[in-house]
């Protein structure tokens, strides 16, 4: 198996102190990976540097096995770099500006026509190759700036949070986009959004304070996620100084008349007693799910632990 990217013993400082601090990260295959962190966690910065914009302190970038530092060019060919802030000019063309970036890649001049209709294809943009890009939505442009980081169809892409700033039906038409250019793409992207990570991506890193704090599979990351609550639907709910009473139960909260959460010290068992406590005293339990808390609260829990 190739290794795409390898960050090793990475650390930035701009002036005195650390931006980020040590970070490693392996990735090897094609997938939605995600770099998650609050504002100011080092993102951006992590970002710069693997796309060989900013130079690091200290540590190794290597892409496709080409060192970002003793071989940029090169290595840089093996990258679509979407920023934060993607400077896509507004009095070009969607085809002109394509084929400028096509330009600034180094790809063949006799590549770069056919090269420009696949990424417009493949972002869902053909129809707008001589509108200017001053005229075209938020959501197209974004597509704009997505269709010139694959037009040299890179190994990987890294995207610096992609979803910001759009609206609610940009944002899904922008996650589907995503989603099927990490089909054979290995896209990184940052977000500062754990709901947004968890619904694209196959791998989860999170950084903050410029260190991560965790590294894995999402899968690992739900297994990791224990619920401490459950949520229960009853038609004929008792005073939560009745639930209460359950053993295990540590706290009560009322959602709505018949929707109730109950938080537990950790024994899962709960259910089971939540069910034969309804049965016998008429509670005419409907639903009952094991809740694994907002996923924002976890990530500030992660991030609470990983400070202490
Ligand atoms: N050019 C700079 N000069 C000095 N400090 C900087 C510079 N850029 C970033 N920093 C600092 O480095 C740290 C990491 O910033 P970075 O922009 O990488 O975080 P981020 O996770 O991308 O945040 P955001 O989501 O707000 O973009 C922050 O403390 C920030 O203030």
């Given at each position: 198996?190739?290794?795409?990217?390898?960050?090793?013993?990475?650390?930035?400082?701009?002036?005195?102190?650390?931006?980020?601090?040590?970070?490693?990260?392996?990735?090897?295959?094609?997938?939605?990976?995600?770099?998650?962190?609050?504002?100011?966690?080092?993102?951006?910065?992590?970002?710069?540097?693997?796309?060989?914009?900013?130079?690091?302190?200290?540590?190794?970038?290597?892409?496709?096995?080409?060192?970002?530092?003793?071989?940029?060019?090169?290595?840089?060919?093996?990258?679509?770099?979407?920023?934060?802030?993607?400077?896509?000019?507004?009095?070009?063309?969607?085809?002109?500006?394509?084929?400028?970036?096509?330009?600034?890649?180094?790809?063949?001049?006799?590549?770069?026509?056919?090269?420009?209709?696949?990424?417009?294809?493949?972002?869902?943009?053909?129809?707008?190759?001589?509108?200017?890009?001053?005229?075209?939505?938020?959501?197209?442009?974004?597509?704009?700036?997505?269709?010139?980081?694959?037009?040299?169809?890179?190994?990987?892409?890294?995207?610096?949070?992609?979803?910001?700033?759009?609206?609610?039906?940009?944002?899904?038409?922008?996650?589907?986009?995503?989603?099927?250019?990490?089909?054979?793409?290995?896209?990184?992207?940052?977000?500062?959004?754990?709901?947004?990570?968890?619904?694209?991506?196959?791998?989860?890193?999170?950084?903050?304070?410029?260190?991560?704090?965790?590294?894995?599979?999402?899968?690992?990351?739900?297994?990791?996620?224990?619920?401490?609550?459950?949520l229960a639907r009853m038609e004929n709910p008792p005073s939560a100084t009745e639930l209460m009473?359950i053993?295990?139960?540590?706290?009560v909260e009322f959602l709505s008349d018949r929707q109730i959460r109950i938080?537990?010290?950790?024994?899962?068992?709960?259910?089971?007693?939540i069910?034969?406590a309804s049965?016998?005293q008429g509670w005419r339990l409907r639903e009952i799910?094991?809740?694994?808390?907002?996923?924002?609260?976890?990530?500030?829990?992660?991030?609470?632990?990983?400070?202490?």
């Amino acid at each position: 198996m190739s290794t795409i990217l390898k960050i090793e013993g990475l650390s930035h400082r701009y002036s005195s102190a650390w931006a980020i601090r040590d970070i490693n990260l392996e990735i090897n295959q094609a997938g939605v990976v995600g770099l998650l962190g609050s504002n100011g966690a080092g993102k951006s910065t992590t970002m710069n540097i693997l796309c060989g914009v900013l130079n690091q302190t200290e540590g190794q970038v290597t892409v496709n096995g080409i060192n970002m530092r003793e071989n940029p060019e090169e290595a840089k060919k093996n990258i679509g770099f979407l920023p934060q802030n993607p400077p896509v000019y507004t009095d070009l063309t969607v085809d002109e500006y394509l084929a400028y970036c096509a330009q600034l890649r180094r790809m063949e001049k006799g590549k770069i026509k056919q090269a420009v209709e696949e990424a417009k294809e493949r972002c869902g943009i053909a129809h707008f190759s001589t509108r200017l890009i001053g005229n075209l939505s938020g959501g197209y442009r974004q597509r704009v700036g997505i269709a010139q980081a694959i037009i040299h169809k890179p190994k990987l892409v890294v995207m610096d949070e992609p979803t910001n700033g759009l609206d609610p039906n940009q944002l899904i038409e922008a996650r589907k986009l995503i989603r099927e250019i990490g089909q054979d793409h290995t896209v990184l992207l940052s977000s500062h959004i754990l709901s947004e990570v968890h619904l694209l991506c196959r791998e989860i890193v999170m950084i903050e304070g410029g260190r991560v704090i965790f590294s894995d599979s999402m899968d690992a990351f739900n297994n990791y996620v224990q619920p401490h609550s459950v949520l229960a639907r009853m038609e004929n709910p008792p005073s939560a100084t009745e639930l209460m009473k359950i053993p295990g139960a540590t706290k009560v909260e009322f959602l709505s008349d018949r929707q109730i959460r109950i938080y537990f010290d950790g024994d899962q068992d709960i259910t089971e007693r939540i069910i034969s406590a309804s049965v016998q005293q008429g509670w005419r339990l409907r639903e009952i799910n094991l809740d694994k808390g907002l996923l924002d609260d976890i990530f500030k829990q992660l991030s609470i632990q990983s400070l202490q």
